[in-house]
């Protein structure tokens, strides 16, 4: 069992950056991938980033790439989304998941979900 924890979000003028963070409590949370995802009013929970075990290897999705880093500290079980140059359309609840799966990227891949943290990009 793991448990999930998000915290970070906020308002955030347009440019602008957040960082998330995902805490974990539980047995071996080094063994799981994790991944963040969002949710936009309206819409289905979308998937961004995935981080492996150990962090070597990393996948984003287009409308993130280059702009959100997915890192994690398997000492301090937590696992960050640094997310800069914000754009209004970022707007959603952003969720952390864990998986044990390698190249998780759909939300069925996943095991356990936190209860998300609001990130509201203004114009």
């Known amino acids: 069992q793991v448990q999930l924890v998000e915290s970070g979000g906020g308002l955030v003028q347009a440019g602008g950056s957040l960082r998330l963070s995902c805490a974990a409590s539980?047995?071996?949370?080094?063994?799981?991938?994790m991944g963040w995802f969002r949710q936009a009013p309206g819409k289905e929970r979308e998937f961004i980033a995935r981080?492996?075990?150990?962090?070597?290897?990393?996948y984003y999705e287009d409308s993130v790439k280059g702009r959100f880093t997915i890192s994690r500290d398997n000492a301090l079980k937590t696992v960050y989304l640094e997310m800069n140059s914000l754009k209004p359309e970022d707007t959603a609840v952003y969720y952390c998941?864990?998986?044990?799966?390698?190249?998780?990227?759909?939300?069925?891949?996943?095991?356990?979900w936190g209860q998300g943290t609001q990130v509201t990009v203004s114009s």
């Open positions: 539980g047995r071996a949370f080094s063994y799981y991938t």
């Open positions: 998941a864990a998986s044990v799966g390698v190249d998780s990227r759909g939300t069925s891949d996943y095991d356990y």
């Open positions: 981080i492996s075990w150990i962090g070597q290897s990393t």
